[in-house]
């Protein structure tokens, strides 16, 4: 089972997200939702944490009091018990939340202008690549959420570092590469939401098992 909702924040109002959800929200978002600066920023701290309750809610039937979040020790969060895995990605106007019954990570990014210094970064296989595509924002973000997704599916953040793998995109998909060789059971899978953005989930799931869109209408089931 690997489920991914998404939902865009323009329709939403920080003071009503509040208003509505606020008791359904944990201490740790509203003091992150405290302390960010912009009003989108507030609000894609909330979603993220709304469509988490709303997928577990509509696959185990559990009511937000009952979910118990932690987070592992380079700060990636998962459920008491691991009784779902979860991860959560924004960027731009869309918040993501992917839940599975297996590991997995997930990112979008909103495709903006790059220079080619940031292919530094990148192990020696990709600035290859990169450099054959040149600048093209979709062929780089394609690949930026895939080693992304990569790194929140190992939970290690910053301490495994971009060059230390590659992503091999052939006509067979995508296959993660690192000193070991290729890295088995780990599926990397593409998600179009908007032709403006990247998204990619990393799981030991083969295939996405939905990809829906959540609206307002959806999330009122929350208090229900």
């Given at each position: ?60 039937g559990?009511?937000n ?9 380079y ?5 008491k ?37 940031i ?20 062929f ?6 895939q ?7 190992l ?12 992503i ?53 089931h929350?208090?229900?």
């Open positions: 089972m690997l489920r991914i909702y998404y939902s865009s924040i323009e329709p939403y109002k920080v003071k009503d997200l509040i208003e509505v959800f606020g008791s359904k929200l944990s201490n740790h978002t509203l003091y992150k939702t405290h302390n960010y600066k912009t009003e989108d920023d507030k609000k894609r701290c909330i979603l993220g944490e709304l469509l988490l309750h709303y997928s577990v809610k509509r696959i185990l559990y009511k009091h009952e979910l118990e979040i932690y987070q592992e020790k700060g990636k969060p998962y459920v018990d691991n009784i779902v895995y979860f991860n959560i990605s924004h960027s731009g106007e869309y918040v993501m939340c992917a839940i599975s019954s297996k590991e997995l990570g997930i990112d979008i990014e909103k495709h903006i202008e790059i220079t080619e210094n292919f530094r970064f990148f192990h020696e296989k990709e600035r290859d690549y990169l450099n054959k595509v040149g600048k093209i924002n979709r780089f973000f394609d690949l930026w959420t080693k992304e997704s990569y790194i929140k599916y939970g290690t953040g910053l301490n495994t570092p971009l060059d230390s793998f590659y091999a995109n052939g006509k067979n998909g995508a296959s993660v590469y690192d000193n070991y060789g290729r890295r088995d059971k780990v599926y990397l899978q593409s998600l179009s939401i908007d032709k403006s953005y990247s998204c990619t989930v990393c799981s030991e799931v083969k295939e996405v098992t939905c990809l829906t869109k959540i609206y307002k209408k959806d999330l009122n929350l208090n229900q």
